[in-house]
Each structure stands twice: as structure tokens, then as C-alpha cells.
């Protein structure tokens, strides 16, 4: 089952009076944001990964650093676990509260404090969403690149926490390529400022890359300065669809070995793309295996003459169709299913569980055979959607979580697919970060003298280790018992890969 706190058996920090944390909290954080009562922390009980719940014993809404700063200094003194919270569409638990701990949430702080139209910068708060970046630049010609599937909704906080993607990150990168600086609050009351602004380079380790991804185990996130991309000139999107998964991977690796990096190029099996079209009539071919969707950018000249060799491309490595989106209208409806593609799964399946695995490209054939061999054995449908253009997999695992056994089974098939992953040669996590969700599987892919130095980083940071606890480090007595510590880098957990 996936890995739960409970406060009954964790004994990990001691139990501090609820009294005695709200008066601490009340004296410094205004009572309209300090939420204390159990129906209103209710909301705040998980992130997009629902099968793990827990209540806080606190929810903190700030309004300013100052206010970050207090709340954390009552943690400190208190001895009371913290975990910043951007708006909860993280798919690893990286968001669940510790149980009679303090969630910090940060709805307040969503202010774009300044677009530097020249610099092609923008600083923000944590707080702000994904797309309110673009939208409050597009009027220089600006845009923010990495675009989750989720910009409508999830924060930058959030993004800078889980090193975010999204459908254009393999030509603008993810969300480390993108970020310039960070203000960040630690444990110890220390405000530092990380990064070099607009510089190219800051002397130093780089510690903003460390930040980035760090899952708020490091420090509180309260300022973002972000590197703004002009809009491209013009855009086209190609689908291209394939009567088996194998010829649309041939035609990924193809089309990066010659030297083009469109600015998406995103995969969708039958199930996933017949959902997918239910959803929202995106055009899509219900008679294929697998799609493509190719978007390429730049000069008109440039992009039409991408596109002409993609097709190419796509038609060598067998594809039964090959077609240009006609305008922005169909653009927006290839994109859309593809977009809508999770929640779409819904009328297949009641419950999904994400998976967040990269894998070389050259793999991806006998990874994808691979995980439909996983899905036979443990009785499961698996929809797969994902950005191929880097290999980072999101396979959706269809269940019914009422149905007896069948989110055991769902977690375990899980598990499987990311060792997986590892065996071949890939990681975990491509996006979503490890959270609570992936903590067996650190325990697979690094080694004991790795896991001991990712937690020195963190002593270095939070030396009581109070924020975040119980996320993306497990400890190595979890490994010894998860099965002992076996590092796989090229050569599957499975043996050899299974050939179809």
C-alpha cells in the first residue's frame, strides 16, 4: 500500500498541545489566515495524488516574508514539522501535511511583483499561477515556456518545488532552465538570495539549481524571478497516427537523430487517445495505436520546412496518417486533447494513479512492451501519455478504488514500472517529484553513500529536520526493509527487458 503517516505510530517529532501551536501561531499570523478547525483544513488534507490523506494540526495562509518568517520561527521553537503547499496538483504526495504539524499555504502570495519587458524577466510570488505568467506578459511578446498540463491551475511555487515540464520543455526546457533567482526562507531564520538575477552565471555552487526540485525539503520559497521567451513568429502542429506503438517511438528517435528539437513532440497510445477524443473531439484517428502531436516554431520558413521533414519522418517509420493542423483553431484541439487526456480517463476507469518516469529514447520501445507485460500481470489497464521528445513517461494506471484489491494492486504495478524505468538506464521521476509516492524507489535507484549525502544537503538546510519531513529521502532502514539496497543503472530490475 502507498506509504501513509500516521500519527499513531510515528513518533518521529513529539506531539506538541494544539492549544498551546495555535496560540503560538495566532500571536503572529492575523486570525483570518490561520485555519485551526478540522472541516476547514479539510481542503487541505492532500495534493492531486488523493489516495494519501492526512490533516495538519494548522494551515498558515500568509500574506507576506515576514509573515513566512514568523510561522517558521514557531516551528523552530516549537519543534513542530512544516510543509509548504503551492496549489496541490502535485502527483506524489509532496503536498500531504504532517499529521499535528503546520501547512503553509501559499493562496496569498500570488502577486506578479514586476515584468521587465527588456531584461525578459518576471518576478512573482510563489503563489502565482503557471499561466498568469504568459498572459500578463503576452502583451511585450513574451511568454513563460515550461507548461504543465496543469498551468491553469498550479503555481510557480509549486513548479520551482517539483522542477516542473510540460509539453514544450524539449526545446525551452523545464522549469531549472527557466528560473533566474529565488528568495528563500530557511528554518533558521536566514532570508538568502539565490541566484544571479540576470546575470548568466553566479560565482559559487549552484545553489539554484539545488533549490529547484528540492520539494520544499530546503527552505520556504517566497520571491521567483523567471527568464520570460519571446512568442515565436509562428507555430505549426502536425498529428501524426501509427498502427503501433513501436513505429511512433522509431519516429521520436528518428526525428531527434536528424537533428530537430521541435518544441513538442508528446505520445498517446489507442486507450489513451480514444479517451482523449471522447473528451474533447480533438480529431483524433480512434482506428490507431498510437499518436504523435509535433508542434514546430520560428520563422514561418523554418517551421514549415521542420515540419516537412518531421512528416517525412513520420511516414518513413510507418505511419498510416500524417496532417497538418489547418489554423489555430484545430492547433488548440489537438493540444486540448492531449491536455485533457487524465481527466478523460475517468470514463474508463474511476480512479488513476500517474506514474513519472524517464527512460533514454531509444528505449522507449521495449519499455512501453514492458509495461504492457506489467499490466497483464497484475490485471490492470495502463493508458500511456507522455512527453516523448525526453522520454519522460507518464503511464496511467486504471483502477476502482472501492473494488477490493484493487489500489493495492494498482501500487504495486506502480512501483514495478518506475524499477522499470531504472533498469533502463532512465530515473523515477522526470517531473512530479518523488514525494511519499516514490520513496521504495529511491531505494532502487541510489545507493546508500548517495542516500546519506542527500541528507546532509538537507542537515545543512534543516538541521532538525522540520520541514517537509518524512518526503523524497528515505531513510535507510526503510531500504533495508523495502529489500535491501540494489542500485540498478542499465540492466533491469526484470532481467532482460521483455521483446514482443
Known sequence: MLDRFDPAVD????????????????????????????????????????????????VVLPADAAEVRAALKVARELG???????????????????????LMSFG???????????????????????????????????????????????????NVAENAGGVHCLKYGLTVHNLLSVTLETIEGETLAIGGGEALDTPGFDLLALITGSEGLLGVVTEITVRLTPLPADVRTLLAAFPHTHGAARAVADIIAAGIIPAGLE???????????????????????????????????????????????CRAAGASLVRRAADGAERQRLWAGRKGAFPAMGRYAPDYYCMDGTIPRRRLPEVLDGIAALAREHGLAVANVFHAGDGNLHPLILYDASAPG?????????????????????????????????????????????????????????PAGLLNPGKTIPTLPRCAEYGGMHVHRGASPHGDLPRF
Open 108 to 158: 496569498k502570495l500570488n502577486r506578479i511583483l514586476a515584468i521587465d519587458p527588456a531584461a525578459r524577466t518576471a518576478r512573482v510570488q510563489p503563489g502565482v499561477r503557471n499561466l498568469a505568467i504568459s498572459e500578463a506578459a503576452a502583451p511585450f511578446g513574451l511568454f513563460y515556456a515550461p507548461d504543465p498540463s496543469s498551468q491553469l491551475a498550479c503555481s510557480i511555487g509549486g
Open 406 to 462: 484493487e489500489l493495492s494492486r494498482s501500487e504495486k504495478l506502480g512501483g514495478a514500472i518506475l524499477e522499470l524505468c531504472v533498469g533502463a538506464g532512465g530515473t523515477i521521476t522526470g517531473e512530479h517529484g518523488v514525494g511519499r509516492e516514490k520513496l521504495n524507489q529511491m531505494c532502487v535507484q541510489f545507493s546508500p553513500a548517495e542516500l546519506e549525502t542527500f541528507a546532509a544537503l538537507k542537515a545543512a538546510f534543516d
Open 267 to 313: 505520445m498517446m497510445d489507442g486507450l489513451a487517445l480514444r479517451a482523449a477524443e471522447t473528451y474533447a473531439h480533438a480529431g483524433y484517428p480512434l482506428d490507431a495505436e498510437a499518436i504523435l502531436i509535433c508542434e514546430c516554431d520560428g520563422e514561418p520558413a523554418d517551421a514549415d520546412d521542420e515540419v516537412a521533414r518531421i512528416a517525412d519522418l
Open 11 to 58: 513518533p518521529t517529532f513529539p506531539a506538541v498541545d494544539p492549544a498551546r501551536l495555535a496560540a503560538a501561531l495566532g500571536a503572529v499570523i492575523p486570525a483570518d489566515r490561520l485555519i485551526l478547525t478540522p472541516e476547514g483544513m479539510r481542503p487541505y488534507e492532500t495534493d492531486a495524488l488523493a489516495a494519501y490523506r492526512s490533516l495538519p494540526g494548522a
Open 80 to 102: 513542530v514539522p512544516l510543509v509548504p503547499r503551492g496549489a496541490g496538483t502535485g502527483l506524489s504526495g509532496g503536498a500531504l501535511p504532517y499529521p499535528r504539524g503546520i
